[in-house]
């Protein structure tokens, strides 16, 4: 079956390479799109998608929109101590000017954090936090593209600071900004914001007397889990759908293609089926050889769109959104796998119907 | 002695709009091993349907065929494409060769589905090769062929699976005056050198001096010349 399958093939290099060709071409529009999608998505919520929170006590009027959402924490601080299991968690937009490099303005995310608490993700290169009060920060690797290194200075204008990077951390964006944290102390010594103010209250797991006992003192305020914020971050789920959009379209396209491709291919040798018929070849022989030509053309084209998808990482702006997850990749070349079979499958009736009498008495 | 084929009074009729019109009636013959034999006729005469109902391709309305001693009456589609395969080796108008393979491969194939092992499947193929005068062509694909080169090519995938019985239906249909001699004259040569039976459909009176017996189609019967 295999070696008739691959004979016929290199007989017919170019009906079947047109064939590969296409497959590999809509292939790989779907893994740039999904990669795309992953990477937009990555660069909106990955701080919270990392995050070890599982739980997020939001106000009940924000839409669960953390910026939407605050509350005053004072009383929560002193009546439950946070070694309970809650953590406050601030967002806090910030625009830096980074010194000595263009006039050009960073957005950032900057988020208070005790450096022994879950909240804080630690660093993957330099040094880390400290909770003293030195003006230190730890920024997303994502800031590198931006010209950011370590033991450079970034000035806010806001509250007229200048912070010192001393570490990257990495999967740390949020609202398409890198997120840049910073101890406690620092954060409310300078006063950065007023008071002790946090936009949500997180759990890190379910606990009802806690969950309980929080909403007691904060009030106005509902408990959600993290996939209600992580789908109610501006842009998201608009962005998310569109894509995804696109995505189900060209595997529809795709299955429609593909399958008009393999139908044209095998009415063009139903004659063949009908003497391989005659001279003893079974429907499963006939239909195993055909499925095994798409099973080697699918391997090959999705295997190249794979490697080309995946050499995109290396061609694309460092800032573009864009990100190779394996999971994903393996996940559509799965499906797009399934699609090329359904199609080929779509014409093997046309096999079984082949009569292999109509190879007898062509003159009569 | 099992007979290659026993053919036990057959009728066919082909319904026609609301009426039935016979096509076939009560056929009955015997062949012997070595025997080759014609079947002749005018076109539209019912040659091609009784060679399909040998052939395990058509069934019949009534009466039986035997090939090697077993009846292909009550068989299903899969057990028919094993006589086919086991029993029958086929010779068409035309070569019907798969574009995509080479002489040898062609033979190779129906050895394959059979489930021949691999020595044996390339032993054979090349004495056959050999016997139809085209151990030199072993490598050539159809394309590179003549006309006469795949009928040859044919003739020895007819016989790759040692069938008891060869059917050749017009086998020389298009082919010119010497090439069609040539093709018959191996056919006979191949089938009293290996002891097969074999039945050829044909319009051609000459190629008949080359056959043992032959039968004529006339009005739905088949009358052997004596």
Redesign the interface.
């Known amino acids: 079956m295999f070696h008739?399958a691959i004979?016929?093939m290199?007989?017919?290099k170019v009906k079947y390479g047109l064939i590969a060709l296409i497959l590999f071409l809509i292939a790989s529009l779907v893994l740039i799109v999904s990669g795309l999608a992953r990477g937009l998505s990555d660069d909106n919520i990955s701080m919270l998608a990392e995050s070890e929170a599982t739980e997020f006590y939001v106000s009940t009027d924000s839409e669960n929109q953390l910026d939407q959402s605050g509350f005053l924490i004072e009383d929560l601080v002193n009546d439950v101590p946070t070694e309970e299991g809650w953590q406050p968690l601030i967002t806090h937009p910030v625009r830096f000017v980074h010194e000595g490099k263009a006039d050009e303005k960073l957005a950032a995310t900057m988020i208070p954090v005790d450096r022994d608490a879950k909240l804080y993700p630690g660093v993957t290169g330099g040094e880390d936090l400290t909770n003293d009060a030195s003006l230190n920060i730890i920024v997303d690797q994502t800031m590198k593209a931006d010209g950011v290194s370590l033991q450079d200075t970034l000035y806010d204008e806001a509250t007229d600071l200048t912070f010192t990077v001393v570490g990257f951390t990495e999967g740390q964006t949020y609202r398409h900004t890198p997120v840049v944290y910073v101890s406690e102390t620092v954060f409310y010594a300078e006063e950065i914001s007023p008071n002790q103010v946090a936009n949500t209250v997180v759990i890190f797991e379910g606990n009802d007397t806690l969950k309980a006992s929080i909403d007691s003192i904060l009030e106005e305020g509902e408990w959600v889990d993290k996939s209600a914020v992580i789908d109610a971050v501006p842009g998201h789920s608009s962005e998310q759908m569109s894509l995804n959009m696109m995505i189900f379209f060209l595997i529809v396209i795709s299955v429609f293609v593909l399958a008009a491709f393999f139908y044209i291919i095998t009415i063009q040798k139903l004659k063949?089926f009908g003497?391989?018929?005659?001279?003893?070849?079974?429907n499963r022989?006939l239909i195993g050889s055909t499925l095994m030509q798409v099973v080697i053309l699918s391997v090959f084209s999705l295997g190249i769109s794979v490697l080309f998808t995946y050499s995109m990482t290396f061609i694309l702006p460092e800032g573009m959104p864009f990100h190779f997850n394996l999971g994903t990749i393996s996940m559509y070349s799965g499906l797009m796998f399934l699609v090329s079979i359904l199609g080929a499958l779509l014409s093997s009736r046309r096999i079984v119907k082949v009569d292999?009498?109509q190879?007898?008495?062509?003159?009569? | 002695m099992t007979l290659p084929l026993e053919v036990k009074q057959i009728n066919k009729r082909f319904k026609d709009g609301e009426t039935y019109i016979d096509v076939l009636k009560t056929i009955d013959f015997k062949i012997k091993k070595g025997e080759f034999v014609a079947i002749v006729g005018p076109s539209g005469s019912g040659k091609s349907t009784l060679l399909s109902i040998i052939g395990a391709l058509l069934s019949t309305d009534e009466g039986n065929v035997l090939i090697n001693g077993k009846s292909v009456k009550n068989l299903d589609e899969s057990q028919r494409s094993e006589v086919r395969l086991n029993d029958i080796g086929f010779i068409f108008q035309t070569a019907e060769l798969l574009p995509y393979l080479h002489a040898e491969d062609q033979l190779d194939l129906v050895a394959k589905l059979n489930n021949m092992d691999k020595k044996e499947r390339k032993e054979r193929a090349k004495a056959l090769l050999t016997d139809v005068g085209l151990e030199k062509r072993r490598k050539h694909y159809p394309h590179q062929l003549s006309g006469g080169e795949k009928q040859r090519v044919a003739v020895a995938r007819a016989f790759m699976n040692d069938p008891a019985l060869i059917l050749a239906d017009e086998p020389t249909a298009s082919l010119d005056e010497d090439r069609s001699h040539e093709i018959v004259s191996l056919i006979k040569q191949e089938v009293k050198a290996k002891d097969k039976a074999a039945i050829m459909v044909t319009h051609d009176e000459s190629l008949l001096t080359y056959c043992d017996r032959v039968f004529r189609m006339k009005d739905h019967h088949l009358i052997e010349d004596k």
Do not use: H, V
Request: net charge positive.
């Open positions: 008739l004979k016929d290199r007989f017919s063949q003497i391989l018929k005659a001279i003893g070849a079974k022989f292999p009498q190879a007898m008495g062509g003159a009569e």
